[in-house]
C-alpha cells in the first residue's frame, strides 16, 4: 500500500477512452477537484486481450512520471465483463506501480 496524496495535481486514469466510467470520473473531477489534470491511458477493459492492454497503460502510464496517484477501472458488468481486472499482469501491474491506485473498479451507476 502506498499513502495517497492529500491534494493530487494529476491523477492517471487507466479506463477506456470511449466508455461511461471515463465521462464519470471526470464529472466527478469536475464538481470536487476542478484543478486536478487528468492523463488518461486508454485501453480495452473487457475481452481477449484486455489485461495484457490494462497492464500496459499502467506501465506507460506510470513511466510518464506525472500522475500523483492512479485510477484503474471501468464501469459495473457481469463477473466475465470484469474479469480481466482479475488477471495476473493486472495484479503485476499495480503491484510494481510507483504511484498509488485508488480505485481498480469503478461503478458508474
Known amino acids: 500500500k502506498r ?3 492529500r491534494f ?5 486514469v487507466v479506463t ?3 466508455g461511461a466510467a ?15 489534470r487528468v492523463v488518461l491511458a486508454g485501453a480495452r477493459v473487457q475481452g481477449q486481450g484486455a489485461a495484457l492492454e490494462v497492464a500496459a497503460a499502467i506501465d506507460r502510464l506510470a513511466a510518464t512520471g506525472m ?15 470484469l474479469w480481466a481486472f482479475n488477471e495476473e499482469p493486472v495484479a503485476r501491474a499495480v503491484a ?14
Open 67 to 81: 500522475p500523483d496517484v492512479m485510477i484503474v477501472g471501468r464501469g459495473g458488468g457481469s463477473l466475465e465483463d
Open 3 to 5: 499513502p495517497l496524496p
Open 96 to 109: 510494481a506501480c510507483p504511484v498509488p491506485v485508488a480505485c481498480t473498479i469503478c461503478s458508474s451507476a
Open 22 to 36: 471515463l465521462h464519470d470520473i471526470r464529472s466527478v473531477l469536475a464538481r470536487r477537484a476542478p484543478w486536478v
Open 16 to 18: 477506456s477512452p470511449t
Open 8 to 12: 493530487p495535481a494529476c491523477i492517471g
